[in-house]
């Protein structure tokens, strides 16, 4: 009969302990800055020709939820040697501009994003070729062009996604499309490789990048932001789905409500 | 979600790690397009052009002995000189025709690597040369791809010596 009892009250004390675990530890959104290296600089050696060296770091903040204002500033250094020429070119460059979250965020933990975004980018850099030589009837010329240092101004579309591994680390990557502004003429030679852009034979070049990024968790918030609206305004007589007077938002809608699973029937 | 971002990530980088090799698809042939003719009525029956100061084995430019009322051949510019010379042998008299220009490296592509641009400004030419006209003062790999009634320079022989 004591064993009984003992069990019981043991029983009543795990339960107690359990409801006292159970109780909800309150949940918020963190966000805050978010720093970050592009990891594809390191393998571009690797994947271009010529001798190569690069590095990238980025920031973004959030505004407003679904704004990332943001800040890229890296060096590119490329040095190829050709038959017929040596070029050399090493620069830095920086770009601001936005990302925009085209996805709804699914929770107040969910960080994961879609986005779309501009940037205005610049870049000052030297270049220098030498070992020229041509040779033609009358002989050979053997020739070099001075270092000159010059600039570029362009712009980019930024289509890209950033994911929440583990908390507050987060592994992104973005295809970009490059338009190429202004670019220092030079009657010799016409950069071919400009840091920030990369090779101009192309008309509209374009890049990839991954990145890895840790955000500082500053600011923490109650609310999930809203999905920014694409559509514009709603028509007269429309009915906006997140509008709460909308009789479909409602629990007595005389629209009802269920889902098509089951073949819409 | 997190294996769509890998896997649209590795579909990308596969895709930009393509590249188009090492070929030069473009011309790095810089030579200045010229046109001959007495006046339009009389044929050159031979032409012979030499650089000039070039007299050895295989420096003779053209060698042309068919009779036409005009005719039209390429020439290489000196890359070391600011004017080039030509020795004209036409219906056989010989004249002597000096190029001025200046000349600039410019490059073409990183597969191609550079070629001569030049500026045509100027003539010196003895006697048995009327007059020699220019049409485009733009030498450049691109001015070899000239249409057949067009070129550089026209070169008119004098009627009266030729």
Redesign the interface.
């Given at each position: 009969m004591t064993k009984i009892f003992s069990s019981i009250l043991i029983l009543l004390f795990i339960n107690s302990l359990q409801g006292f675990s159970q109780k909800k530890a309150e949940v918020w959104r963190y966000e805050g800055p978010r720093f970050g290296i592009d990891l594809s600089r390191f393998l571009m050696p690797y994947?271009?020709?010529g001798k190569r060296s690069a590095w990238e770091v980025q920031a973004d903040v959030p505004y407003k939820g679904n704004w990332f204002p943001t800040f890229e500033f890296g060096m590119q250094s490329f040095n190829?040697q050709?038959?017929?020429?040596h070029?050399k070119n090493n620069g830095t460059y920086a770009r601001l501009g936005v990302d925009m979250n085209i996805v709804k965020f699914e929770s107040l933990k969910d960080h994961?994003f879609v986005f779309i975004g501009a940037r205005y980018g610049y870049s000052l850099f030297n270049q220098q070729?030498d070992g020229?030589s041509?040779t033609?009837?009358?002989?050979?010329?053997n020739?070099s062009?001075p270092s000159r240092t010059m600039n570029a101004h362009w712009a980019e579309l930024v289509f890209g996604?950033k994911?929440e591994?583990f908390s507050n680390f987060f592994?992104?990557?973005t295809?970009r499309a490059k338009f190429p502004l202004a670019v220092t003429s030079d009657?010799?030679?016409?950069p071919?490789i400009i840091p920030g852009i990369g090779k101009t034979?192309n008309g509209v070049p374009?890049d990839?990048t991954?990145g890895i990024y840790y955000r500082f968790p500053i600011f923490r918030t109650k609310t999930l932001p809203k999905v920014i609206k694409m559509g514009g305004n709603t028509h007269p007589g429309e009915v906006d789905p997140n509008d709460p007077n909308n009789p479909r938002n409602s629990g007595n809608s005389q629209y009802g409500s269920g889902s098509m699973r089951n073949g819409g029937q | 979600?997190?294996y769509?971002?890998i896997v649209?990530?590795l579909f990308?980088?596969v895709l930009?790690?393509c590249?188009d090799g090492?070929r030069c698809y473009e011309s790095?042939?810089?030579l200045m397009v010229g046109s001959f003719s007495i006046n339009g009525f009389k044929p050159i029956n031979n032409l012979i052009i030499n650089?000039v100061n070039?007299n050895g084995v295989g420096d003779t430019?053209v060698n042309d002995t068919l009779s036409t009322l005009t005719k039209r051949y390429t020439f290489?510019?000196?890359?070391?000189?600011d004017s080039?010379g030509f020795v004209l042998k036409a219906n056989g008299i010989k004249d002597t025709l000096y190029v001025r220009h200046t000349l600039?490296?410019?490059?073409i592509?990183?597969?191609c690597?550079?070629?001569?641009n030049y500026i045509i400004s100027g003539f010196r030419y003895t006697a048995g040369i009327d007059s020699v006209k220019v049409t485009d003062k733009k030498v450049n790999p691109k001015s070899i791809e000239k249409l057949t009634n067009d070129q550089n320079i026209l070169i008119y022989f004098n009627s009266a010596v030729h």
């Open positions: 994947m271009q020709k190829d050709r038959d017929g020429f070029y994961d070729t020229i041509y033609n009837y009358w002989g050979a010329l020739s062009i996604m994911g591994l592994l992104g990557w295809l009657p010799n030679i016409k071919y034979s374009f990839f991954v | 979600m997190r769509i971002q649209i990530s990308i980088f930009l790690s590249n090492n790095v042939d810089t650089g070039r430019l290489p510019l000196s890359l070391t000189s080039t600039i490296m410019s490059f592509s990183e597969n690597g550079f070629a001569p």
